[in-house]
C-alpha cells in the first residue's frame, strides 16, 4: 500500500513533503542549538530519519524522534551555562545536506534492498497487464504485491494477518504445504499466485498443465493461470 512507499520530493504531495521538511528542520535544529545534544538523541533522530525515508508510514516516530532536536533550537537564548559548546559551525547545515545526497540510494531504493526476499519481479509483471489479478498470496509476499498495483492486484493474504482473521491464514499455509488449494483457488477463482519458492505448492504448479511460471525472483516465484487472464477492470 500506499503507506510503505518511500516519499517522492516531486511532484509536491502530501504527506511526502512533510518528510523532507522535518529533515530540513533536522538540519537546521542542529545549526542552531543551544545546548549541548547526547549522541543518543541525535542517533535516535537520525534512526527513525531513514525509516520515513524509506516510508512514508514512519513519519510520525521521526517527528517524535526530532522534537528535542528541534526545541533546542526554539529555546530561548540564555547566559552560557558550564559545559555548554558553541553552536556548529556554517558548514555544518551544507555538510549535513551533502551526506543525505550521498546516502540517498539508501533509504529510497526499496526494492533493490527488497530484492533478496520480496516478489520484485513478479510483482511487476503482474502489474504490466491492464486487467485485475485475483492473487494466491502468503504472509511474506502479499504486502509487496498489493504495493505495486492497489486495486489492480488483489492478494488473498498479507502481514496484516489480523485483518484477514485466523480462519484465512490457515486455509493460507495450508494451500501452501500443498494441501486443498485446488478448491481454495476455485472458491476465491485466483487466477494467479505468489509464493516462496521452497514451498511444496510450488513444486505442484511447476509441473501443472494449467499453471506457468511468469517471473522468479530469489526467494519467490510467481504463477499465472493460462486459461485464466486477468479480470477486465
Not at 2 to 22: G, N
Not at 203 to 222: N, S
Amino acid at each position: 500500500t500506499e503507506e510503505w512507499q518511500p516519499p517522492h520530493l516531486l511532484p509536491l504531495a502530501v504527506p511526502d513533503i512533510y518528510v523532507f521538511a522535518l529533515l530540513g528542520g533536522v538540519v537546521i535544529a542542529l545549526a542552531r542549538r543551544r545546548r549541548r545534544i547526547a549522541w543518543c538523541e541525535v542517533s535516535l533522530c537520525v534512526g527513525l530519519l531513514v525509516l520515513a525515508l524509506t516510508a512514508v508510514r514512519h513519519l510520525p516516530l521521526a517527528c517524535v524522534g526530532a522534537v528535542p532536536l528541534l526545541a533546542s533550537a526554539l529555546r530561548r537564548k540564555s547566559a552560557p551555562s558550564a559545559g555548554a559548546i558553541a553552536k556548529l559551525p556554517i558548514g555544518t547545515a551544507p555538510a549535513g545536506l551533502l551526506l543525505v545526497i550521498a546516502l540517498w540510494n539508501y533509504p529510497t531504493s526499496v526494492a533493490r534492498r527488497y530484492a533478496a526476499v520480496e516478489p520484485v519481479a513478479g510483482a511487476r509483471a503482474l502489474a504490466l497487464y491492464s486487467g485485475t489479478w485475483r492473487v494466491f498470496t502468503t504472509y511474506n509476499t502479499g504486502s509487496y504485491v498489493l504495493a505495486e498495483a492497489p486495486g489492480r492486484l488483489r492478494v488473498f493474504l498479507d502481514s496484516r494477518a489480523d485483518v484477514y482473521g485466523d480462519d484465512l491464514a490457515a486455509d493460507a499455509r495450508h494451500a501452501q504445504r500443498g494441501h486443498g488449494w485446488e478448491e481454495l483457488f476455485e472458491r476465491w477463482r485466483i487466477n494467479a499466485a505468489v509464493i516462496e519458492s521452497g514451498d511444496s505448492l510450488a513444486q505442484i504448479l511447476d509441473e501443472h498443465p494449467r499453471w506457468r511460471v511468469l517471473a522468479r525472483d530469489r526467494a519467490t516465484v510467481t504463477y499465472v493461470r493460462v486459461d485464466a487472464p486477468p479480470l477486465a477492470c
